[in-house]
């Protein structure tokens, strides 16, 4: 008999790599809706005439979605899916969209429209200054 790895050895390793990857990968998120790295205050993160009337724009390097509900009106969330912190992938029709789950958010108050998020999108301050958005 030799010293080497059985394949059953090999398999399991290999599943508790994976495991382990997959954990750390999930816990880069924090509690409170993002990670510590995002958008620091002051940074521009849009002009006005980036994000249209009745959508948004997501901003994943700065963890934020900023949507228009109403003409001049401008609102910032968290990208970060309340269901299980998947980072939202897009903004239409009113809502911003998680496609990990499906679950949907209004984008004049960041509530859930469709679940399996319960909870709502955090809010996030923005400054509108002439036609530039930056993070308050």
């Known amino acids: 008999m030799t010293d080497s ?10 599943g ?19 990670s510590s ?24 390097d700065e963890k934020i979605v900023v949507t228009q509900p109403k003409k001049g009106e401008f609102k910032a969330f968290s990208n970060i899916c309340t269901h299980q912190q998947c980072p939202v992938a897009n903004v239409s029709d009113g809502t911003i969209n998680c496609t990990c789950h499906g679950s949907r958010f209004h984008i004049a108050d960041g509530s859930v429209a469709r679940p399996p998020a ?8 923005i400054s509108v200054q002439g036609d530039v958005i930056t993070l308050a």
């Open 118 to 125: 319960t909870k709502p999108l955090p809010e996030k301050q």
């Open 37 to 60: 790295a995002g958008a620091s205050s002051g940074q521009e993160l849009a002009r006005t005439a980036d994000i249209p009337v009745g959508g948004g724009k997501v901003f994943a």
């Open 16 to 34: 508790a790599a994976g495991a382990t990857a997959l954990t750390v990968g999930c816990g880069e998120y924090g509690k409170d809706g993002g």
């Open 5 to 14: 790895p059985t394949r059953r050895t090999l398999l399991l390793a290999a």
